[in-house]
């Protein structure tokens, strides 16, 4: 279980942009504690209290991707312990064998072949809800630069996806309602905080008299007057009734 997580506290501080020097040195120590007895250090023992306790998702598996190790945070974001994955890989627990995600497919093809891949997945967590992680999957290797399994690192974007998706329902019923408003044969304005009129349908020179070259130039103040007092006020009562 050892070499697991030390090799995999090395990764983790390369994907976040520590030099490599340093990197290179807590895989030295790594390589030495698996070779002889001595203690590791304080240093490294600080850094697997930070991947242990950090709030992203963190886990380590062996080249099969069999599951060895979590931290908190997989718990805490996923609701899974350790007893409940270990030995079994990320796609069993986490992933929807209905409808897998394409991502998954890649992470599978990246890992047979050995090689580091960062892309976002579309995950289940134990209670059944949507969890999207960004992930950063990097292979652990041995002295001999030998495959001994991977280290995931992921990043909780579950809000912003829900975000975006309702974004783009948004978006998609303004583009209805812009539908309606321009092939309706009631006029609908536009006009920014001031009144000044910024976009209108068709219908609009039409229904206002007014040349669709003028009416640009008027305030919603303006168009209110075009109207009779009788059809103001039978309009103010349809408005507001």
């Known amino acids: 279980m050892q070499d697991y997580v030390w090799l995999g506290i090395a990764t983790l501080i390369s994907s976040f942009g520590i030099g490599f020097s340093l990197l290179q040195q807590i895989q030295n120590v790594f390589l030495s504690a698996n070779s002889t007895s001595s203690p590791l250090s304080q240093h490294v023992r600080n850094l697997v209290t930070i991947v242990e306790h950090t709030s992203n998702i963190a886990f380590v598996t062996d080249k099969e991707l069999r599951i060895a190790w979590v931290n908190v945070a997989f718990t805490k974001i996923t609701g899974y312990t350790l007893k409940d994955v270990e030995g079994k890989t990320p796609y069993e627990?986490?992933?929807?064998?209905?409808?897998?995600?394409?991502?998954?497919v890649s992470i599978?093809?990246?890992c047979v072949a050995g090689k580091a891949i960062r892309i976002e997945i579309l995950n289940l967590k134990k209670n059944g809800g949507d969890l999207w992680v960004d992930t950063d999957i990097q292979p652990i290797l041995d002295s001999n630069d030998q495959i001994k399994g991977f280290i995931q690192i992921g990043v909780?974007?579950?809000?912003r996806k829900?975000?975006?998706h309702r974004m783009e329902e948004q978006a998609?019923?303004?583009?209805r309602l812009a539908n309606v408003a321009r092939f309706t044969s009631n006029g609908v304005l536009i006009t920014d905080l001031t009144g000044k009129i910024q976009w209108f349908n068709p219908a609009a020179p039409i229904v206002l008299y007014k040349s669709p070259e003028t009416l640009f130039k008027y305030t919603l103040p303006d168009v209110w007057a075009c109207f009779s007092e009788v059809y103001r006020a039978a309009l103010f009562e349809a408005m507001y009734s």
């Not at 909780?156 to 809000?159: A, C």
């Open 156 to 159: 909780d974007i579950t809000s």
């Open 172 to 175: 998609e019923e303004l583009h």
């Open 162 to 164: 829900q975000m975006l």
């Open 108 to 110: 599978l093809q990246a």
């Open 93 to 104: 627990i986490l992933g929807n064998t209905s409808h897998p995600h394409p991502a998954a």
